[in-house]
């Protein structure tokens, strides 16, 4: 019933910056989507700072995974939140072509 697990930094961190990776991600792509795709070079700064965060966000996830005697479910939930970010943004990145 006691444990000494607890949930590592890395992980809390790796689902916050998943979280505000889609955040950026939505509200980027719902804007382009409402101005008819004209608009300011913010947005897209905004879209590659959320992939800069999906990138490190991942790698933060995995290694709060790798950690012994601690619970994963943080890290687990990053990695699921990044690696939906990155998807979008390779799409996003592949509808061009």
């Not at 590592?8 to 989507?33: E, K, N």
């Not at 070079?41 to 601690?70: E, H, K, Q």
Request: charged share 5%.
């Amino acid at each position: 019933m006691f444990t000494n697990r607890r949930h590592p930094y890395i992980g809390i961190m790796s689902a916050i910056l998943g979280a505000i990776a889609l955040g950026s991600l939505v509200y980027g792509i719902g804007s382009s989507y409402l101005l008819g795709g004209d608009v300011p070079m913010g947005f897209g700064v905004g879209c590659a700072l959320a992939t800069l965060y999906s990138l490190v966000g991942w790698f933060m996830g995995v290694m709060a995974v790798r950690i012994p005697d601690s619970y994963h479910i943080t890290g687990i939930i990053g990695i699921i939140l990044n690696s939906i970010a990155l998807l979008i943004e390779a799409f996003i990145l592949w509808i061009p072509a």
